[in-house]
Every structure is written in C-alpha cells, then in structure tokens.
C-alpha cells in the first residue's frame, strides 16, 4: 500500500525541480521508495524496534526481510522497490 500511495523524494523531485532528491530522513542518500521506507540508517531503527516488539508479543522469531514488514508481495527487482 505505502508503495503505491507514498511518493518518495526521488520522484517528487522529478514532479518539482525546486525539491531535493535527497531522504528527508538522512539527507545523504537519492531518497528512493526502498531507502526511505527500508535502507536508511535512520528508518532501520525504528524497523529494528518494531521487530523486537513484534517476536517479544508473539514469541517467535521474525525474519528481518523488507518484504515482511513494508508488506510487499515479492521482491522482484530492486528497481520496481526503487519506483522513481
């Protein structure tokens, strides 16, 4: 759902020239769908709080995958998570 409704940086920067490709998060990296929702240091802390919270409710072990917790199907090509 994110990855149909959230617009990453990289291509609202290409809708308005006057914006930053850059993630409003680290600012160091081309803000793209799968940085700013998985790769950025700064979101892998909160994914990383989130899964520890999740296997101590449910007493499992959770595998760290992007396609589990930004509830996407298949990871078929990094350029489709990419969306820019």
Do not use: V
Not at 3 to 8: I, K, V
Not at 43 to 60: D, Y
Not at 65 to 80: H, T
């Amino acid at each position: 759902m994110l990855c149909r409704w959230h617009l990453p940086p990289s291509r609202l920067a290409k809708m308005n020239p006057n914006m930053s490709s850059r993630c409003w998060k680290c600012k160091s990296t081309e803000g793209t769908f799968f940085h700013t929702w998985w790769s950025c240091k700064t979101t892998q802390k909160f994914w990383q709080k989130i899964r520890k919270w999740l296997e101590e409710i449910t007493k499992e072990q959770i595998d760290y995958k992007p396609e589990f917790f930004l509830n996407l199907n298949i990871m078929e090509k990094r350029s489709r998570l990419d969306m820019t």
